[in-house]
């Protein structure tokens, strides 16, 4: 990276985005289904979760790979590679899929608040973040994923005995 400032924004636009879907996950796992419809703090959460995280795409291709695709190509392919031992840059295009994906949900939430949140689109989300911050995150990434594990559970669980 070029610049401290642009490291600093690459970081801190992906944490935010990270801690925007952990609340918007816990209202998800809290509410019931009927609930999620008209639950005003999942849908902003949800949809600024994900402003947040194309924000960090855009730090990312500025700042890391001063715009140049086959660059951030190859940047993936050696954290990838690093960590799992496979040379490949696949999981750009996979970023790019989820973050259509997960566009398309955000719209769809503010135009059709009846609809249901996706339950497939959660998962999906739940896998890139870990995926994401195994292979591009701190060493120590266990610790917080860990801390934000325990408290699903710790939210969910009696929530679902008491709904029985």
């Known amino acids: 990276m070029d610049t401290e400032p642009g490291r600093s924004l690459i970081l801190w636009t992906v944490r935010i985005s990270v801690a925007l879907y952990v609340v918007a996950l816990f ?18 959460t949800w949809s ?3 402003l947040m995280c194309v924000i960090h795409v855009i730090c990312a291709f500025h700042f890391q790979h001063h715009w140049d695709h086959s660059a951030a190509l190859q940047h993936t392919a ?10 490949w840059a696949g999981g750009l295009y996979i970023n790019y899929l989820f973050l259509t994906w997960w566009g398309i949900d955000v719209i769809r939430l503010w135009t059709k608040p ?3 949140p996706s339950v497939a689109l959660h998962a999906v ?16 990434w266990w ?17 679902r005995i008491a709904d029985r």
């Open 143 to 159: 610790i917080p994923l860990g801390i934000v594990a325990v408290g699903l559970l710790w939210t969910t669980i009696p929530a």
């Open 48 to 50: 600024a979760a994900w």
């Open 78 to 87: 050696e954290m990838t590679e690093r960590v799992v031992g496979l040379h």
């Open 114 to 116: 009846a609809d249901k």
């Open 125 to 140: 989300a739940v896998f890139m973040m870990i995926n994401a911050t195994v292979v591009f995150g701190p060493a120590w």
């Open 27 to 44: 209202r998800f796992l809290q509410n019931r289904q009927s609930d999620r419809r008209s639950d005003g703090i999942y849908r902003n």
